[in-house]
């Protein structure tokens, strides 16, 4: 499989395909509110931060100023800054920063092909499938990272991108310290990213690829009804499409119908042998011929795709 696609893994399954196909109709992909996401510890930090660093404490000072929640002006904030009260200040602050900008983030959650050794490829894998496509009965989505990197930030200003980093389970949580900027005066969407890409290595098995709308830190009111959650890809970013085999027969002819003929068919299906998932190529001419209505009986378009195909 190619290197450069990232898999996008959706059930089409109790009434999903509709939704699903519409997207797929209107090029559009969904982002998410970070509180809506599987993983119960997103967005977790360690509140016991000690602010000793020079540059630290300078970046954390200008980041309380710019949250329009907080009322303290810059001679107020420099003086907690000397006699001490600047700490404990800041863990409440970053609370209400946090809690400020989170419902205006969005993210659009994908799998890299292009996994680290000893790591096995999402497509094959069978949680990814069984999670995320209800066993084999959804599809994932293969998409060309840099065509839709390229587009997105052309369309958003604040768009950002990167691989989750997966942390030993046992690890401490991300600390405030940690969620300062690498670069001062950088205050867009580097302050949410170190706490958005950190996960447990629980999760390491998705091989997560993030994209994210953050607003800008230094903006002071952000509007919450200027939030995007779906962003418009172009028509040659899609580039293949892996079935699952108990994928309903309608629903495959409804995905060949609206789909270019560019993208190509994968089929995904339970290896004989392995304890793995096996993909395999699925020629789009015998899906022209499948689609001829004359060849099944209602029932057997209702059903699943395993049900005639030969592995």
């Given amino acids: 499989m190619d290197e450069n696609l990232i898999y996008r893994f959706r059930s089409l399954a109790n009434g999903k395909a509709k939704r699903e196909i519409d997207a797929l109709k209107n090029k559009t992909l969904w982002f998410s509110d970070p509180e809506s996401l599987n993983d119960c510890q997103e967005f977790m930090v360690n509140l016991n931060y000690d602010c ?44 209400s920063v946090i809690d400020h900008y989170t419902p205006l983030i969005r993210t659009c959650s994908f799998s890299i092909s292009n996994c680290s050794e000893g790591i096995k490829n999402p497509i094959n894998n069978a949680m990814m499938w069984g999670h995320y496509t209800n066993a084999l009965e959804g599809c994932a989505l293969g998409f060309d990272k ?42 867009e969407n580097e302050f949410f990213r170190p ?16 994209l994210i709308l953050a607003p800008p830190l230094k903006d002071k009111k952000p ?17 293949r499409i892996v079935i699952g085999s108990k994928l309903k027969i309608d629903i495959l002819f409804e995905l060949h119908k609206i789909l270019p003929s560019q ?23 015998q899906l022209n011929k499948l689609c001829s209505a004359r060849l099944f009986t209602r029932s057997a378009r209702i059903g699943t795709i395993r049900r005639f195909l030969d592995y």
């Fill in 52 to 95: 000793t660093s020079t540059t630290r404490n300078e970046l954390w000072k200008d980041a309380i100023l710019r949250c329009s929640s907080i009322k303290s002006s810059e001679e107020q904030v420099e003086e907690m800054s000397k006699t001490g009260r600047l700490n404990s200040i800041i863990r409440n602050q970053f609370v």
């Fill in 146 to 187: 840099d065509i839709l990197e390229k587009h997105f930030k052309s369309l958003y200003a604040n768009y950002a991108n990167a691989k989750v980093d997966y942390i030993r389970s046992d690890s401490k949580l991300p600390t405030i310290e940690s969620a300062e900027l690498s670069v001062p005066g950088n205050y």
């Fill in 195 to 210: 706490l958005l890409l950190k996960k447990s290595d629980d999760w390491e098995y998705e091989q997560e690829y993030r």
């Fill in 223 to 239: 509007d919450a009804n200027s939030v995007i959650n779906t962003l418009t890809y172009t028509d040659n970013a899609l580039k």
């Fill in 263 to 285: 993208v190509e068919f994968f089929i995904a299906h339970r290896s004989n042998t392995h304890y793995r998932i096996d993909i395999k190529p699925f020629d789009r001419q």
